[in-house]
């Protein structure tokens, strides 16, 4: 840890410095703890990046909830007979560079001689017992928010594929996908936001269908004003759209009522499997105005993407006008 040039943080009491196993962290008083793991495959052809990439992607659950990360252990597997050990060593520093912005402690990790690249966190982070946000606090009359770009699959699609502007494609990826979700958990957390999720694997669709079903209402999105990345309409429509994109479309489609004439790109783009994602923020009329303001000042997005509605007749879900 010494030659990534960690400083000693009085908050770890003992840890990789000492050749622990474990690490010990000091833990606020009054807090409830949040833990969270998540790893993948590379994204993007920069190791630093990647790196940058996989650590938000860790670190966003705790965000979700309103939380902040305490301390993160790195999941590294790598072909180490195979490949430069400079490009672990960038993976690594990639990470250490979110863990250290999100005010967090690396604590040391683990890993493993494997044939592919993964890398991620094991995340604590800390939250007010009493004021989190959950799947299950969306009330009727909340409106919707989203804090980042869709399109983040489909530009990951097309970069693996060395499409033409590749290059390009992997900087609005990288813009995106490496910023932290920090400034949506600060809205939870003023604001008392009851409800939230991040956008991650499941699509947008996806996990606003699950808060939708855990809440039992419904949950109603604008195709139009759903924010997107350069250039993932155009790719949607060459058919640059992951597999995990159509399964979840495929496997939501019971649940999700879509308006006549809606275009199929945008249905398509809202079941996209994003990588490190915004959050969605349900809030209530009275506080949006707020909320916005908040989030544009931290130089985040705002853009308002639909409403929750009461259950209709016992039918709780996802509709797309």
């Given amino acids: 840890?010494?030659?990534?040039?960690?400083?000693?943080?009085?908050?770890?009491?003992s840890g990789a410095s000492d050749n622990e196993d474990a690490a010990v962290v000091v833990m606020p008083p009054g807090k409830a703890l949040v833990q969270t793991?998540?790893?993948?495959?590379?994204?993007?052809?920069?190791?630093?990046?990647?790196?940058?990439?996989?650590?938000?992607?860790?670190l966003s659950d705790v965000y979700a909830m309103g939380g902040e990360p305490l301390a993160a252990m790195n999941i590294v597997c790598f072909p180490i007979k195979v490949l430069d050990k400079t490009i672990l060593r960038d993976i690594i520093r990639g990470g250490l560079d979110k863990v250290l912005e999100a005010g967090a402690v690396l604590a040391g990790g683990h890993s493993?001689?494997?044939?592919?690249?993964?890398?991620?966190?094991?995340?604590?982070?800390?939250v007010d017992p009493d004021g989190f946000a959950a799947n299950r606090g969306l009330e009727p009359g909340d409106e919707l928010l989203l804090t980042k770009p869709l399109g983040t699959g489909i530009l990951?699609?097309?970069?693996?594929?060395?499409?033409?502007?590749?290059?390009a494609m992997e900087d609005d990826l990288w813009r995106t996908a490496s910023r932290l979700n920090a400034g949506g958990a600060a809205v939870i957390r003023e604001l008392g936001l009851k409800a939230a999720t991040d956008v991650t694997g499941f699509g947008l669709g996806g996990h606003?269908?699950?808060?939708?079903?855990?809440?039992?209402?419904?949950c109603e999105l604008v195709l139009e004003a759903m924010p997107l990345l350069p250039r993932v309409i155009d790719l949607a429509g060459m058919g640059m759209i992951p597999a995990g994109s159509f399964a979840n479309k495929?496997?939501?489609?019971?649940?999700?009522?879509?308006?006549?004439?809606?275009?199929?790109?945008?249905?398509?783009i809202?079941?996209?499997?994003?990588?490190?994602?915004?959050?969605?923020?349900?809030?209530?009329?009275?506080?949006?105005?707020?909320?916005?303001?908040?989030?544009?000042?931290?130089?985040?997005?705002?853009?308002?993407?639909?409403?929750v509605l009461p259950a209709e007749n016992g039918w709780t879900g996802l509709r797309l006008r």
């Fill in 1 to 13: 840890m010494a030659d990534l040039g960690i400083e000693p943080d009085p908050r770890l009491l």
């Fill in 37 to 58: 793991v998540d790893f993948f495959t590379p994204i993007a052809n920069d190791p630093f990046r990647f790196g940058q990439i996989a650590a938000a992607n860790s």
């Fill in 112 to 126: 493993v001689e494997d044939d592919e690249i993964k890398y991620g966190l094991a995340v604590s982070g800390v």
């Fill in 156 to 167: 990951a699609t097309a970069v693996k594929g060395d499409w033409q502007d590749a290059d």
């Fill in 208 to 218: 606003v269908l699950e808060m939708a079903g855990a809440s039992g209402v419904v």
């Fill in 250 to 268: 495929g496997f939501c489609a019971k649940s999700v009522q879509v308006a006549d004439g809606a275009d199929g790109l945008l249905v398509d």
């Fill in 270 to 307: 809202a079941f996209d499997a994003q990588t490190s994602g915004g959050l969605v923020l349900a809030v209530p009329p009275d506080k949006v105005a707020r909320a916005v303001a908040m989030l544009e000042a931290g130089g985040d997005l705002a853009a308002r993407i639909g409403r």
